[in-house]
């Protein structure tokens, strides 16, 4: 891997360990140079400033989760195994596996402003359009509970799963598969028929 390469890495890594822990908001660029071992001009060098780098961490690990979504729906045809197994993917791949990224994804993204703001909200709606289709799909095979709009269901589902950081703990004594299944059979027996 190329020195630059490592260096952006780097800063990156750090700038998502000081966001999940202290904010965005109370993380200085000056912060990020210290942990990472750096001057504040080297990060300059890499990006505009500590918005860039935000929107770098977000990007990155939502492109993750897009790609993840498609290829589950391109592998599993029968909606209700898809939907189960992108719920897997959205709780353990991305919530469990990448919790720091998680973290920033749901508390922070609304703190970008204008081009950047507008790309994250475009892939934010391909989410969920993955899941709209998905229960779509499974209210056109009379699966769904009637009595449930589908989009407060989706809605439902984001809150639920995005809502995970705030109270998972890795040494709970659940292990990560068996919250992740717990939280599934949850979202699956309150929407299906």
Not at 10 to 16: G, S, Y
Not at 50 to 60: A, C, D, G, Q
Not at 121 to 147: A, C, P, W
Request: hydrophobic share 40%.
């Amino acid at each position: 891997m190329r020195p630059e390469k490592k260096t952006k890495e780097l800063l990156l890594r750090t700038a998502v360990h000081l966001f999940s822990r202290k904010g965005y908001l109370d993380t200085s660029i000056r912060d990020i140079a210290a942990k990472a071992s750096v001057t504040s001009s080297i990060i300059y060098h890499y990006f505009n400033d500590k918005e860039e780098m935000l929107f770098e961490v977000i990007k990155s690990a939502t492109q993750d989760l897009v790609q993840s979504l498609r290829e589950t729906e391109e592998k599993i045809k029968e909606p209700e195994e898809c939907l189960r197994e992108m719920l897997r993917a959205h709780i353990v791949d991305f919530n469990i596996k990448r919790k720091k990224e998680s973290i920033i994804v749901v508390s922070d993204t609304h703190l970008l402003r204008n081009n950047y703001r507008q790309i994250m909200v475009k892939v934010q709606r391909e989410i969920f359009n993955l899941y709209m289709k998905k229960l779509n799909e499974l209210s056109e095979r009379g699966r769904l509970k009637e009595d449930i709009d589908l989009l407060v269901m989706n809605f439902s589902i984001f809150g639920t799963v995005n809502s995970f950081y705030q109270w998972y703990h890795e040494r709970g004594r659940l292990t990560r598969e068996e919250v992740a299944q717990n939280m599934i059979t949850f979202l699956l027996h309150a929407i299906l028929k």
